[in-house]
T-cell receptor, first 115, second 114 residues
Framework: KAGVTQTPRYLIKTRGQQVTLSCSPI?????VSWYQQTPGQGLQFLFE???????NKGNFPGRFSGRQFSNSRSEMNVSTLELGDSALYLC??????????????FGSGTRLTVV | DAKTTQPPSMDCAEGRAANLPCNHS???????VYWYRQIHSQGPQYIIH???NNETNEMASLIITEDRKSSTLILPHATLRDTAVYYC???????????????FGQGTTLQVKP
């Protein structure tokens, strides 16, 4: 079956712009989480959605937001981009809320570069 | 902060068992130990998880000490494709508000050598 699909794979944006990243979970999965990975901070949790509701939120400023649609697809948005937002953004999906029992399946990520 | 401590790096000869340790001395009774790995430029991959009993699947075995303060991930016959960063993560069971919030530490970089 198809894995977690993230689009686009690569993105270059200018400081001050905003960006929207998309994630299509594995068919049937209702939980979607987002992570930011940078060389300095490693993998950091952004937020988790389950059945269109945000269950958990990490320690990121309000410029980072997300949503989940009725088909479980998710988007995350970053407004007023800063150079420090350059990172690999990873989406993960799971059958159950919280990745219960089977863990999360991660996508290959979107590489965002802010210039 | 991550609730686990792992050595930053390890080497293993191809074909031999790779034993990756993890300390989680502050683990609570309802918290599971999960292992993920990340091969360069890819998203993390789920390997295995356990609560208190030892677990085995097609990828690896997980040995959890009786006091649950540490665990070891065992790759029985390491191959070059097992070279990756391995993350040990502690997370709560269902009902806990933080079950979906995986807190990754720095992990262990395993280098499998021919």
């Amino acid at each position: 079956k198809a894995g977690v699909t993230q689009t686009p794979r690569y993105l270059i944006k200018t400081r001050g712009q905003q960006v929207t990243l998309s994630c299509s979970p594995i068919s049937g999965h209702r939980s979607v989480s987002w992570y930011q990975q940078t060389p300095g901070q490693g993998l950091q949790f952004l937020f988790e959605y389950f059945s269109e509701t945000q269950r958990n939120k990490g320690n990121f400023p309000g410029r980072f937001s997300g949503r989940q649609f009725s088909n479980s697809r998710s988007e995350m948005n970053v407004s007023t981009l800063e150079l420090g937002d350059s990172a690999l953004y990873l989406c993960a999906s799971s059958l159950f809320a919280g990745g219960e029992n089977y863990g999360y399946t991660f996508g290959s990520g979107t590489r965002l570069t802010v210039v | 902060d991550a609730k686990t401590t792992q050595p930053p790096s390890m080497d293993c000869a191809e074909g031999r068992a790779a034993n990756l340790p993890c300390n989680h001395s502050t683990i609570s009774g309802n918290e599971y130990v999960y292992w993920y790995r990340q091969i360069h430029s890819q998203g993390p991959q789920y390997i295995i998880h356990g609560l208190k009993n030892n677990e085995t699947n097609e990828m690896a075995s997980l040995i959890i000490t009786e006091d649950r303060k540490s665990s070891t991930l065992i790759l029985p016959h390491a191959t070059l494709r097992d070279t990756a960063v391995y993350y040990c993560i502690v997370r709560g069971t269902s009902g806990s508000s933080n079950t979906g919030k995986l807190i990754f530490g720095q992990g262990t970089t395993l280098q499998v050598k021919p």
